[in-house]
């Protein structure tokens, strides 16, 4: 079964690379391009791991991942983060109060780096659902 990914971010460059790369992976990515927008995708699509940025119109990756989290599907599903800059301790206490399973520097990882860390959170909860 092919893996369902909501990647939200509004930097069409980046999201065409990074959409080249995960569906070369074998994924099957839905492209979001706002937070509003990633919030009702996620929520109709119940995709088994969200890519949010943190920087995005109408609502940031933060506030996307806290709604995500509230919702009863929302709760253990993986979210890895995106961010443009080296995130301060401010930024990461926020970040990890909504519980994210990674976080991705844009421009400081390869995407090969990004696909890895995706298909390693799949094989430990595959692992752990056994």
Known sequence: M????LLADDDD???AICRKFLVRAGFEVIEVHSG???VICAD???PDL????????KKDGLTVAKEIRSLPWGKDVPIIIL??????DTDLAEMS????TYYFIKGNERFE?????????????TAAAH
């Open 2 to 5: 092919q893996r369902k990914i």
């Open 13 to 15: 460059f980046f999201v």
């Open 36 to 38: 509003e927008d990633a």
């Open 44 to 46: 109709r699509d119940k």
């Open 50 to 57: 969200l890519i949010l940025d943190i920087a995005m119109p």
């Open 83 to 88: 961010t443009a800059k080296t995130l301060g």
């Open 97 to 100: 109060a909504w519980a994210p």
């Open 113 to 125: 780096d990004l696909v890895a860390k995706i298909e390693e959170i799949f094989q430990e909860r």
